[in-house]
């Protein structure tokens, strides 16, 4: 069954980058019998906030778009896309669900749950940073007396932050694709899924997704905890913060 790539272009901070990208974008795609819907044609918006234009990229499945998605070649032009603009990005499989099994995550979701929200301000920041590999930029969203908690290993300092993202973050080509973003009580949880070049031979099969908890003062991040979460008999299907 075909599979959709929609590429939805929320903002663009430099059309010189974002022209970069896409007169590279062509040779990655090949091999991977693209078909090209939706090219930044014209149109019309009905709801929402603003956006800037619609690209949509059908493949034959889902596992060949994120393929190509996670190829070296993709991954080596992307931060052209992410240094020129902001998207929000989705592979959609084709055809329809019925109305009961229709965004399962959403099944359990209560009013009193913590409110899903904007990336915005420093984190959004890091998070940009993280994905273009730009160390300097990742240091930079940290106040001088930050701690990072990942995996259960206490990093603190901004001396040691810098040689934690070179060698783990930057070092291993390191991906952030968030999936949700949720504030609770001023802080901030960012759920993503996680790729890049690390050491991959025991974790489980399929997507790693990692819950990064946000503390920000000042413009500044003063603490971040990496939590590989795992589901709680207690909650009865709320992930909870």
Same mark, same amino acid.
């Given at each position: 069954?075909?599979?959709?790539?929609?590429?939805?272009?929320?903002?663009?901070?430099?059309?010189?980058?974002?022209?970069?990208?896409?007169?590279?974008?062509?040779?990655?795609?090949?091999?991977?019998?693209?078909?090209?819907?939706?090219?930044?044609?014209?149109?019309?918006?009905?709801?929402?906030?603003?956006?800037?234009?619609?690209?949509?990229?059908?493949?034959?499945?889902?596992?060949?778009a994120k393929t190509w998605y996670d190829s070296p070649a993709?991954?080596?032009?992307?931060?052209?896309?992410?240094?020129?603009?902001?998207?929000?990005?989705?592979?959609?499989?084709?055809?329809?669900?019925?109305?009961?099994?229709?965004?399962?995550?959403?099944?359990?979701?209560?009013?009193?749950?913590?409110?899903?929200?904007?990336?915005?301000?420093?984190?959004?920041?890091?998070? +940009?940073? $993280?994905?273009?590999?730009?160390? &300097?930029? *990742? !240091?930079?969203?940290?106040? #001088?007396?930050? %701690?990072?908690?990942?995996?259960?290993?206490?990093?603190?300092?901004?001396?040691?932050?810098?040689?934690?993202?070179?060698?783990?973050?930057?070092?291993?080509?390191?991906?952030?694709?968030? +999936?949700? $973003?949720?504030?609770?009580?001023? &802080?901030? *949880? !960012?759920?993503?899924?996680? #790729?890049?070049? %690390?050491?991959?031979?025991?974790?489980?099969?399929?997507?790693?997704?990692?819950?990064?908890?946000?503390?920000?003062?000042?413009?500044?991040?003063?603490?971040?905890?990496?939590?590989?979460?795992?589901?709680?008999?207690?909650?009865?299907?709320?992930?909870?913060?």
């Open positions: 069954m075909p599979a959709y790539f929609v590429y939805v272009c929320q903002d663009v901070t430099d059309r010189k980058e974002l022209e970069t990208y896409w007169a590279k974008i062509g040779p990655t795609l090949e091999g991977y019998q693209p078909k090209n819907i939706v090219g930044y044609t014209p149109f019309e918006q009905l709801e929402g906030e603003k956006i800037e234009g619609v690209a949509v990229i059908e493949f034959p499945s889902f596992e060949l993709y991954r080596a032009i992307r931060h052209h896309r992410m240094d020129g603009a902001k998207y929000i990005g989705v592979i959609a499989q084709g055809g329809s669900l019925p109305p009961a099994e229709r965004m399962p995550q959403t099944k359990d979701r209560r009013p009193g749950t913590p409110a899903a929200t904007k990336l915005t301000g420093v984190i959004a920041d890091h998070i +940009r940073a $993280v994905n273009n590999f730009d160390t &300097d930029a *990742i !240091v930079a969203t940290f106040a #001088d007396d930050a %701690y990072v908690n990942d995996n259960r290993r206490e990093i603190a300092g901004i001396d040691a932050i810098r040689r934690w993202v070179d060698k783990e973050m930057v070092g291993d080509k390191v991906t952030l694709d968030v +999936r949700e $973003v949720v504030d609770h009580y001023g &802080d901030t *949880i !960012v759920r993503a899924a996680y #790729d890049g070049e %690390y050491d991959k031979s025991k974790l489980p099969p399929g997507e790693l997704i990692m819950s990064n908890y946000f503390s920000v003062r000042d413009g500044k991040i003063v603490s971040l905890a990496v939590i590989r979460n795992q589901p709680s008999e207690y909650s009865q299907g709320n992930k909870g913060p």
